[in-house]
Each structure stands twice: as C-alpha cells, then as structure tokens.
C-alpha cells in the first residue's frame, strides 16, 4: 500500500532527529507537519532528538514505541528511514515490533512499511539480508582487530576456563566500539552486565 492511498484520518506521531548539538529539527517538524496536513493525518505528537546514526540511548525514539505499544497511534512519520533506524538491524528490529503493534513507519521522502503488506514482507527480506551483512562486516572487523592486536603483542582474553566471556567478547568489543552501553550490550547479546563488563575491562 502506497503512502498516497494511507487511510486518512490516521493518528500519526511525528519523530525528527539530528546528529550534532548545531543542527535544528525544525526543518523536518515543519515538513512532516506540513505533509501531514495534505494527507489528513491527526497529529498526535511531535518528538525531536538529537542523537548520532549509532547512539543506543534514544529517549524520544523510545516514547514514541510506547505510543505504539499502548496503542495511541497508527503511524510514525519521518521525513526518511535513516532518521529512524541506527543500523538495517536496528530497522528490521524496530519495523517488526511497530508491526507488532498494527504501526506503520510513513516516510516522507520513500514508501510506507507496512510488514502486513506483501510489499512490506518483501522490504523486510531484503533488510534482514542486510542485516546479516551487517553482522557479518561486524564480525570481520573484530577478527581482523583482535589479529592485529596479537600481532602486537597484546594480551587478550580471560582465562580458558571462564567460556562464558571467551564466547562474547568479540561481539562485546565491537558493540562497545560502536558505542553501545554496557546494558545495551548485555540485553542485545544476552548476558549479564558483568560478562560485558569483564570482556571490556580485560580487552
């Protein structure tokens, strides 16, 4: 289903974001509601962050999941899906727990998702092959990080006894590099918050 022929009447909730302290949501509010204005969307709400592509910690982000959760909405709006997604993963994620909901992701500049959609089951295979590229990229980079600290010298690892953290630290030590909290790490791999903390500290 086209965006264009999206039911109207629809509660949306707008979300705008920007990466650094000196760019301004402003623009992306006033095209998102401007749109919404042309396609008869009810606004329910609008919520700005400022926050990197990568960053984990996204408050804004998380209220309008908790719309969705409680039913208070029937689409986000953003003027597009990098504004949304920290990662394909992250979107593929995200898409399927709004789905969850009976939500729609509307992007301005792009299509609506829809997963109950056979359009939308077809953008979600597409995006869990990315994903798994994701990972895969992931994953080489720290095999290749971890082989060129050896070839220095350094000590890595814990003990052979502790499997545990032998078998996460390489995803530990990429999440952490990309700047994901130690809870983000334990949740998204999960393990504890100290087997995260072990692989970082001993890294």
Same mark, same amino acid.
């Not at 998702?113 to 590229?133: E, N, P, R, Y």
């Given at each position: 289903?086209? $965006? ?7 509660? *949306? %909730? ?8 000196? &760019? +301004? ?26 926050? +990197? ?5 996204? $408050? ?8 969705? =959760?409680?039913? &208070?909405?029937? %689409? *986000?709006? *953003? ?9 394909? &993963? ?10 969850? &909901?009976? /939500? ?24 869990? *092959?990315?994903? =798994? ?5 992931? %994953? ?6 971890? %082989? ?6 350094? =000590? ?34 999960? /393990?504890?918050?100290?087997?995260? =903390?072990?692989?970082? +500290?001993? +890294?």
């Amino acid at each position: 289903m086209d $965006k264009d022929t999206f039911c109207k009447d629809k509660r *949306v %909730a707008l979300y705008c974001r920007v990466s650094t302290d000196d &760019q +301004s949501c402003d623009r992306q509010e006033r095209d998102l509601l401007a749109f919404a204005a042309r396609a008869g969307f009810a606004v329910v709400g609008t919520y700005k962050e400022r926050a +990197s592509g990568t960053k984990n910690d996204r $408050k804004e982000r998380a209220l309008v999941l908790a719309l969705a =959760q409680s039913r &208070q909405i029937d %689409a *986000v709006l *953003v003027t597009e899906l990098t504004r949304w997604g920290r990662s394909t &993963q992250d979107l593929l994620a995200t898409l399927q727990e709004l789905n969850d &909901q009976g /939500v729609s992701i509307i992007a301005e500049r792009g299509a609506q998702f829809d997963l109950g959609t056979a359009q939308g089951k077809m953008i979600a295979g597409v995006l869990s *092959v990315l994903a =798994q590229f994701e990972r895969d990229l992931i %994953a080489e980079r720290t095999r290749s990080g971890l %082989a060129a600290a050896r070839a220095r010298g350094k =000590q890595l690892g814990r003990p052979r006894g502790n499997r545990t953290d032998d078998k996460h630290r390489s995803a530990v030590l990429e999440l952490h590099h990309l700047g994901f909290t130690i809870r983000a790490i334990a949740s998204k791999l999960h /393990v504890s918050k100290d087997t995260v =903390q072990r692989c970082i +500290s001993k +890294s």
